[in-house]
């Protein structure tokens, strides 16, 4: 039982949190009445959707690598790589996955279908990565920094949130940042380049050097991309956007502290930094904490209609 759970890879479940980006911005997380909204059991909905459809694509993907996986010091012990799970068990688990993921689409998020076809969506993005993308440089992380999007916007569609278009450029630039360091961080950890292209095609194109300029390039976008969520007055946020400027130095911090991390050949990725790492963990539940505090404390600055709506009337007889 232990091997299969494995083969879900629960851990990386964390990468749906994105879903909830909507409830927390959107300032729906408390009713008037100091309750939780209906909207959070939605969003939690579309959190089970996204981790049984991910664990699907994990399945398929081990599947289709696990000879390429043998040669990794830690894939290795993968359930299907060493040998615990078998295909034919493996692809029975991920049919069960898919009809319960059917269930909830159905009977959970039936009456919005807009994000139930962002998940479905997802799936399809995640096949394209793992029998295509992921063999062509650059290409394999912006289909996984899309993947992160997707969740952002099912999220907001399954409670009815509009997010800022600065919002999802900075989710996708962030993402695309994770993603470099991914690559980064297996490049470190098998670290002969032969053994590195066994393991993953891509990696005999990317060197050191590709990966810190991307690193660097979406960094910086990242942050800017952030800044600029905080000061664009559309669309209106039900809370003083403004004030989120002054987490800067959280997010400045835990992307430094990702980048230092990367290159020591410790970590596997992103999920391993926020498990393993606990000055960044502790950074991320800061920033989300005083995120929140911003959220659910503050009002919007007032427009300048709001300041005085009261219509101009010209004297005629000024003009003579």
């Avoid at 810190?212 to 039900?238: E, Q, R």
């Amino acid at each position: 039982m232990g091997a299969y759970l494995r083969l879900l890879r629960p851990p990386q479940w964390i990468k749906n949190v994105f879903v909830f980006a909507g409830v927390a911005f959107g300032n729906k997380l408390l009713g008037p009445d100091g309750v939780l909204w209906d909207s959070v059991l939605v969003a939690w909905l579309a959190f089970i959707a996204f981790c049984a459809a991910s664990s699907v694509t994990y399945i398929l993907n081990d599947i289709v690598d696990r000879e390429q996986d043998r040669l990794h010091p830690t894939k290795s012990k993968r359930p299907l790589a060493s040998g615990e799970v078998t295909v034919p068990a493996a692809i029975g688990l991920a049919v069960t996955l898919l009809a319960a993921m059917g269930l909830v689409l159905v009977f959970g998020l039936g009456d919005r279908p807009v994000c139930g076809g962002i998940i479905v969506g997802y799936l399809a993005l995640n096949l394209f990565y793992s029998f295509a993308a992921k063999r062509v440089i650059i290409l394999d992380v912006i289909t996984i920094a899309v993947g992160f999007v997707l969740r952002a916007y099912a999220g907001a569609e399954a409670v009815d949130v509009f997010v800022s278009p600065w919002l999802i450029v900075c989710t996708f630039t962030l993402c695309l940042f994770l993603g470099f360091g991914k690559r980064r961080c297996e490049l470190a950890v098998i670290g002969d380049d032969s053994d590195a292209a066994k393991h993953r095609p891509t990696l005999a194109e990317y060197t050191p050097e590709v990966l810190t300029t991307g690193l660097n390039i979406s960094a910086g976008l990242a942050i800017v991309t952030f800044l600029l969520y905080t000061v664009d007055p559309l669309p209106p946020a039900p809370f003083d956007k403004a004030k989120l400027m002054y987490t800067l130095p959280l997010v400045v911090y835990g992307i430094f502290r990702y980048l230092m991390l990367i290159g020591s050949g410790r970590i596997t990725g992103p999920t391993d930094v926020i498990i393993r790492d606990r000055p960044f963990l502790l950074t991320v539940l800061i920033w989300v904490l005083v995120a929140q505090m911003i959220v659910l404390n503050t009002k919007p600055p007032p427009t300048d209609a709001g300041l005085d709506a009261r219509p101009v009337v010209v004297d005629p007889s000024a003009a003579r």
